[in-house]
Structures are given as C-alpha cells and as structure tokens.
C-alpha cells in the first residue's frame, strides 16, 4: 500500500530538539501563544466590565485588532514550516508517491518568493506610516511596529519554505513519501 500525503497516522509535524530551526519556532509559539492569552484575558475583562458594571475597556476593539496580526503572523514561519496549511488536496490521491519530493520543492520555492515579496511591500508600507504618524483613533498606538513585525514574519516565513526545499531534496520534508525524520 502507498503511503498517502494527508494520512494523519504518518504525517509528523513535530519538529526535533536539535533541529536547527526549532528555537526559532518555539520563539513564534511562545510569543503567539502569550498574545492569544493576553487576548482572552483582555475579552473577559471587557465582558465583565459591559455587562456587570455598563463600562467596557477603552480601545478593546483597538487592541484586538493589532493583537489578531500579533498572533498571526508570529506562528505564521511555524505553520510555513511544519506545512499545516490549510490545503485542498484533490489531486494528492492520484499522485504517484515519487513525484511528491518535486511538487513540494517547486511549491515551496515559489511560496518563499512570494512571501519575501510579501515581505519586501508590508516593510515599504510600515515606512509610509512612520512618514505619516499612522496610529489607532483611540490609544493613539503607532501601527509601524506591528507592520514591521509582519514584514520581519513574513521574511522568516520565506526562510522557512526555502529549509522546506532543502529538507525534500534530500527526502525529508514533512510530506515526503520515504522520509526518516523531519530535520534538514
């Protein structure tokens, strides 16, 4: 029987402690994971205070929106990574097992220049709201630092498809039919 991509029972998406990249993804996972906290704690104080006491958090809205972007596109080099995106895999059924190495190298290579392009336009929109002093209406917090965060994400995230590119050629990408481990 030939092994099947989205087979949850041989898909490993866990990355290995000596993995070059991993402190660089647990650093995406740790600060996504305590902005989503911070999120939650900053919603049940603002449910709390509309409902029980008719005063909800000033610039709630504000902060869930520059915190929504936070989270993003911290765990975004992560889910480049691990590739968990979400995919539609109509045609995986009927790929032959050996032609998976080339389609996710072709794949990633073209993802790491779309996402430094990415990259490359959100750093030259942060630069325009620095000129221009860009900030939320209410708490008056510049958006330029959290736009240069994406831009920076963005990078890494490109960084993370090309070590996917070079984890299938030599057969060891996280979808890859014969591969042993997921380290480059």
Same mark, same amino acid.
């Given at each position: 029987m030939?092994?099947?991509?989205?087979?949850?029972?041989?898909?490993?998406?866990?990355?290995?402690?000596?993995?070059?990249?991993?402190?660089?993804?647990?650093f995406?996972?740790?600060a996504?994971? %305590?902005v +989503?906290?911070? /999120?939650?704690?900053?919603?049940? !104080?603002? *449910?709390?205070? #509309?409902?029980?006491?008719?005063?909800p958090?000033?610039?709630?809205?504000?902060?869930?929106?520059?915190?929504?972007?936070?989270?993003?596109?911290?765990?975004l080099?992560?889910?480049?990574?691990?590739?968990?995106?979400?995919?539609?895999?109509?045609?995986?059924?009927?790929m032959p097992?050996?032609?998976?190495?080339?389609?996710? %190298?072709? +794949?990633?290579? /073209?993802m790491?220049?779309?996402m !430094?392009? *990415?990259?490359? #336009?959100?750093?030259?929109s942060?630069?325009?709201?620095?000129?221009?002093?860009?900030?939320?209406?209410?708490?008056?917090?510049?958006?330029?630092?959290?736009?240069y965060?994406?831009?920076?994400?963005?990078?890494?995230?490109?960084?993370?498809?090309?070590?996917?590119t070079?984890?299938?050629?030599?057969?060891?990408g996280?979808?890859?039919?014969?591969?042993?481990?997921?380290?480059?």
């Amino acid at each position: 029987m030939s092994h099947r991509v989205n087979d949850p029972a041989t898909v490993d998406h866990s990355v290995p402690s000596s993995d070059s990249a991993s402190a660089w993804l647990k650093f995406g996972d740790g600060a996504s994971s %305590i902005v +989503l906290f911070a /999120l939650m704690g900053m919603t049940c !104080i603002d *449910v709390i205070g #509309r409902y029980f006491f008719n005063s909800p958090l000033d610039g709630a809205t504000e902060l869930t929106q520059l915190m929504m972007g936070l989270i993003v596109f911290a765990i975004l080099p992560t889910v480049c990574y691990r590739e968990e995106h979400v995919s539609v895999d109509l045609l995986d059924l009927w790929m032959p097992d050996n032609w998976i190495n080339i389609r996710q %190298i072709i +794949l990633n290579l /073209l993802m790491a220049i779309m996402m !430094i392009f *990415v990259a490359w #336009r959100v750093w030259i929109s942060a630069n325009f709201m620095v000129d221009y002093g860009d900030a939320t209406e209410f708490l008056a917090i510049p958006y330029a630092p959290i736009t240069y965060f994406i831009a920076g994400m963005s990078a890494v995230a490109s960084i993370a498809f090309l070590l996917n590119t070079l984890r299938y050629m030599r057969g060891k990408g996280p979808m890859s039919p014969d591969r042993s481990t997921t380290a480059i």
